[in-house]
């Protein structure tokens, strides 16, 4: 794993709103705003930023953990800036504060955490469970 990031680091991605990223459970719309699962995912693609510029070519990150707090709606078409900070390090392990805006209203914030591990120990990991990667 490259060294090339501290604590305090910044990362921004931006996410256009579509239908696709609506509340909707079993093909029925909840409501037509960015859901939080949607959210979620374009958080931690935020974050994963990180990982893709300091993961070494045999090694994957790997998702550990995912919290969010939707405060307020993201409407279809709407543009999403999400920022990611680097907080925390242990050891190969990166967390993130995460701040998802539409202009300057706060959409949700949120935690993400990533573990750089080479690629031969996820396949490792995952075939305790009887899974080839």
Same mark, same amino acid.
């Given at each position: ?7 305090? @680091?910044?990362? %921004?991605v @931006?996410? *256009? &709103? %579509? @239908? !696709? ?6 093909? &029925?719309?909840?409501? !037509? *705003?960015? #859901? ?9 693609? #935020? #974050?994963?930023?990180? &990982? ?18 939707? +405060?307020?709606?993201?409407? &279809? ?13 242990n @050891? ?8 998802? +805006? *539409?202009? !300057? ?5 949120? +935690? ?5 591990? +080479?690629?031969t120990?996820?396949k490792?990991?995952? #075939? ?6």
């Amino acid at each position: 794993m490259k060294e090339i990031f501290k604590i305090g @680091d910044r990362i %921004s991605v @931006d996410h *256009v &709103v %579509s @239908d !696709n990223d609506v509340a909707a459970f079993k093909g &029925v719309t909840v409501h !037509n *705003v960015c #859901s939080t699962y949607a959210l979620a995912r374009e958080m931690e693609w #935020s #974050s994963r930023q990180f &990982v893709l510029k300091m993961k070494e070519e045999d090694e994957e990150g790997i998702g550990t953990h995912l919290t969010i707090d939707h +405060k307020g709606p993201a409407f &279809v078409g709407e543009l999403i800036k999400i920022e990611a900070e680097i907080i925390e390090w242990n @050891d190969n392990e990166l967390i993130c504060a995460i701040i998802a +805006k *539409v202009k !300057n209203r706060i959409v949700a914030t949120g +935690k993400t955490g990533q573990k750089v591990l +080479k690629k031969t120990a996820i396949k490792e990991i995952f #075939s305790k469970f009887g899974h080839n990667e």
